[in-house]
């Protein structure tokens, strides 16, 4: 199967579940879990999750029982966006293509909607089971993981100066890069991989993060690309690539999808 048939066949997988996992739109309150879905549906890549997926399968795993689990990070990244969008952050007016979740419905319910798609996401993963799990995205959400990166990125933008390559490379690898690596080893915990395969999925979720990060710049031409320029900034999203495919050799064949699931991040047709 070619690799962007595996991707659509994950994300209608992932859809499925979020769905199912979501309360409806009859339950009460009604206000809060039409925001819920509005941000969910249409979703946008569901790169995480589908991460999360291929994690699991590079270490032997099979079946539906890991879908919890890959919707819970999802539900955790799309909380990250409501709350940046928010105008004490970001102040952006759209995601994914319209209105963001504090301009379609106001400030308060966006931030109650994140905080409710955290809580479900946490309430999803403790179902899954695994002690590991949680202790695992506790840590890479928290202060000193994506919070601390988004911490780090407003103070840079207080300033109104270019970063540094050091508080670049701070805010990179914990706003964005953290969440990849912890998507990817996910996968791995729930299968009960040992700790040398889990540390070689955790690093090649931290370089396919980075690299994300990167292209996101070239893309947008910002950050990486207002330092370095687009040559030296393409140049290390391929160096990343190639080095986080180098921690897969492990996995044999069944770290193909994670391998091609990094050339598309890099070259990102979708
Ligand atoms: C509010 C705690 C807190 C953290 C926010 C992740 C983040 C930190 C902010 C998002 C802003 C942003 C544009 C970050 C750069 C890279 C990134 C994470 C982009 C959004 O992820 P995609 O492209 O989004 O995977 P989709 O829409 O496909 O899910």
Same mark, same amino acid.
């Given at each position: 199967?070619?690799? +962007?048939? %595996?991707?659509?066949?994950? $994300?209608?997988?992932?859809?499925?579940? &979020?769905?199912?996992?979501?309360?409806?739109?009859?339950?009460?309150?009604?206000?809060?879990?039409?925001?819920? =879905?509005?941000?969910?549906?249409?979703?946008? $890549?569901?790169?995480?999750?589908?991460?999360?997926?291929?994690? /699991?399968?590079?270490?032997?795993?099979?079946?539906? =029982?890991?879908?919890?689990?890959?919707?819970?990070?999802?539900?955790?990244?799309?909380?990250?966006?409501?709350?940046?969008?928010?105008?004490?952050?970001?102040?952006?007016? %759209?995601?994914?293509?319209?209105?963001?979740?504090?301009?379609? /419905?106001?400030?308060? &319910?966006?931030?109650?909607?994140?905080?409710?798609?955290?809580?479900?996401?946490?309430? &999803?993963?403790?179902?899954?089971? +695994?002690?590991?799990?949680?202790?695992?995205?506790?840590?890479?959400?928290?202060?000193?993981?994506?919070?601390?990166?988004?911490?780090?990125?407003?103070?840079?933008?207080?300033?109104?100066?270019?970063?540094?390559?050091?508080?670049?490379?701070?805010?990179?690898?914990?706003?964005?890069?953290?969440?990849?690596?912890?998507?990817?080893?996910?996968?791995?915990?729930?299968?009960?991989?040992?700790? $040398?395969? &889990?540390?070689?999925?955790? +690093?090649?979720?931290?370089?396919?993060?980075?690299?994300?990060?990167?292209?996101?710049?070239?893309?947008?031409?910002?950050?990486?690309?207002?330092? %370095?320029?687009?040559?030296?900034?393409?140049?290390?999203?391929?160096?990343?690539? $190639?080095?986080?495919?180098? %921690?897969?050799?492990? !996995?044999?064949?069944?770290?193909?999808?994670?391998?091609?699931?990094?050339?598309?991040?890099?070259? =990102?047709? !979708?």
């Amino acid at each position: 199967m070619h690799i +962007n048939e %595996y991707i659509e066949i994950k $994300k209608k997988f992932i859809d499925k579940g &979020l769905d199912k996992y979501l309360p409806s739109l009859k339950a009460k309150p009604q206000a809060i879990h039409k925001a819920m =879905r509005y941000v969910m549906f249409p979703g946008g $890549k569901r790169i995480r999750p589908i991460l999360t997926l291929a994690g /699991f399968e590079a270490c032997g795993g099979r079946g539906n =029982r890991i879908l919890p689990v890959a919707c819970a990070i999802e539900l955790i990244h799309s909380y990250t966006l409501i709350h940046d969008d928010l105008p004490c952050m970001d102040n952006d007016d %759209y995601r994914r293509g319209r209105l963001s979740c504090h301009k379609r /419905f106001n400030e308060g &319910l966006a931030l109650l909607t994140g905080d409710a798609l955290l809580t479900l996401g946490f309430q &999803l993963l403790s179902e899954a089971g +695994n002690i590991d799990i949680i202790k695992e995205v506790s840590k890479t959400i928290g202060s000193r993981g994506t919070i601390g990166g988004q911490v780090e990125d407003i103070r840079a933008s207080r300033i109104g100066r270019l970063e540094s390559a050091a508080d670049l490379n701070y805010i990179a690898t914990h706003k964005t890069g953290a969440l990849f690596a912890s998507a990817v080893k996910v996968g791995g915990i729930f299968k009960g991989a040992g700790r $040398k395969p &889990l540390a070689k999925l955790g +690093n090649f979720g931290k370089c396919i993060g980075f690299t994300f990060q990167l292209v996101d710049d070239l893309i947008d031409r910002d950050g990486y690309v207002e330092t %370095y320029g687009v040559r030296r900034v393409r140049k290390m999203a391929k160096g990343l690539t $190639k080095r986080g495919k180098g %921690y897969l050799g492990v !996995f044999g064949k069944k770290a193909n999808r994670l391998s091609e699931i990094a050339d598309l991040i890099l070259d =990102r047709p !979708f």
